[in-house]
């Protein structure tokens, strides 16, 4: 009688643990190992139509599909550095309308003599 009730606690514990795995990992979405110059390209190349930083993870979305995704979930090692070193980039691209969603980040926007100038930094969670 012991085996028979240990079997069904043994298969809600794997499935308990499948469940808790399928949504630390963003609901199905597992996170693709792009490095940080394949992250920059699809910026260059005028692919990403909008992202969303949280943590150390940018979710990407895509005009135009990449390896079969529209949407890809990557790491970043710094997030503060990554948007400091594409920060006139991901102006010109909100600017010009590429770009047409930045979430999880504050935008500073204010007007000088040359133009609309912007500054990014990562919001808190």
Not at 66 to 94: H, R, T
Not at 112 to 123: A, H, L
Request: with cysteine; aromatic share 10%.
């Amino acid at each position: 009688m012991k085996n028979r009730r240990m079997i069904p606690t043994f298969v809600y514990v794997a499935l308990l643990f499948l469940l808790m795995n399928w949504v630390s990992n963003g609901f199905g979405m597992g996170v693709t190992k792009l490095t940080h110059t394949q992250i920059n390209d699809l910026f260059v190349k005028e692919q990403v139509k909008s992202f969303i930083i949280q943590g150390n993870k940018i979710e990407l979305t895509l005009h135009t599909p990449y390896e079969d995704e529209d949407v890809i979930l990557c790491n970043l090692g710094d997030p503060d550095l990554f948007l400091a070193q594409n920060e006139a980039l991901l102006a010109e691209q909100m600017e010009s309308g590429i770009l047409e969603g930045v979430f999880g980040v504050k935008i500073h926007r204010w007007d000088s003599p040359e133009g609309p100038r912007y500054s990014f930094s990562r919001k808190e969670m």
